[in-house]
């Protein structure tokens, strides 16, 4: 079973285009599962049946897991199953009958336009490393790409001169951005006139080392921390912020849908919903019979 929860993680890592934080949940949440499955005396997949996938589920909401964590765990099993399926593992999916946990859907923490133009006012742009923070601050804002696409642009994904970016969302769906300016120029500051191939990394550490999640994340956090004080400062809330600025200003959602790369337009929706508590906001504290 082991071999096959490789084979699988690295089919999300090769073939999905699975972000190194989600591969890495799904094989905590794989090995818990076999854990589960050593105690009940099952020694094979095949074995595996809707009962069984139920029975786990229970233990694990008896045990007060969080319903959001619940969820995860199941579209992992959801996901590892229907991979056994397709590579004929297994005879049939005991999966497609298991139910999610329904989820409160909370609202994205995002920033506010005023807070997000402080924020790309904060890096020292006249030093080489707060030249590269500004330019991923821009980009991050002005394209709304998720972190692992961000890390995985090469330099000649960014057409600076058309102001596009080519992005490789999950699944290895790629699609194009467009680039403000100021990011544009935010780049082109950082980039200077340094020889670079097309296959080099776009950003880099000291080294010349592509950047990674952790650092990215922890100078986004310290950037959003001296504006504002969200309780998550992670590079998502940029990305929450660009769509919730774009809807504000009137922006098509089926456009904002494009640009984020989302599958579903229900994905998008939430935004509206940020727009709509926004709206109402402002009504309870300007109108006199609010």
Do not use: W
Request: proline content about 4%; aromatic content about 6%.
């Amino acid at each position: 079973m082991h071999t096959t929860i490789r084979e699988y993680l690295e089919y999300l890592d090769g073939e999905r285009n699975y972000s190194a934080h989600t591969t890495q949940a799904y094989a905590t949440d794989l090995h818990q599962f076999i854990q589960f499955l050593d105690s009940r005396h099952l020694s094979s997949l095949e074995s595996v049946r809707k009962g069984t996938l139920r029975a786990y589920v229970r233990i694990l909401i008896e045990a007060g897991m969080a319903k959001k964590t619940v969820a995860r765990k199941i579209a992992c099993l959801r996901s590892f199953f229907k991979f056994l399926r397709r590579r004929s593992v297994i005879s049939s999916n005991p999966a497609l009958s298991l139910l999610t946990p329904k989820l409160e859907r909370t609202l994205p923490t995002y920033l506010d336009e005023r807070s997000a133009g402080a924020m790309l006012d904060q890096p020292d742009r006249s030093t080489g490393e707060g030249r590269r923070d500004a330019a991923i601050l821009e980009l991050l804002y002005s394209t709304g790409i998720r972190l692992g696409e961000l890390i995985g642009l090469n330099h000649g994904d960014a057409d600076l001169e058309n102001g596009t970016v080519r992005v490789s969302g999950k699944g290895r769906k790629v699609r194009i951005v467009p680039i403000g300016r100021q990011a544009i120029a935010a780049v082109k500051a950082y980039l200077g006139t340094k020889p670079r191939r097309p296959a080099d990394p776009l950003f880099t550490l000291k080294n010349g080392k592509r950047c990674y999640p952790e650092m990215v994340s922890r100078m986004v956090k310290k950037y959003i921390a001296r504006v504002s004080e969200l309780e998550h400062k992670s590079p998502h809330v940029l990305r929450h912020s660009f769509a919730t600025h774009l809807l504000n200003r009137g922006a098509d959602l089926r456009a904002v849908k494009e640009l984020l790369g989302h599958e579903s337009l229900s994905t998008t929706q939430i935004y509206t919903h940020v727009s709509t508590e926004r709206i109402k906001k402002v009504y309870r504290t300007s109108h006199p019979k609010a």
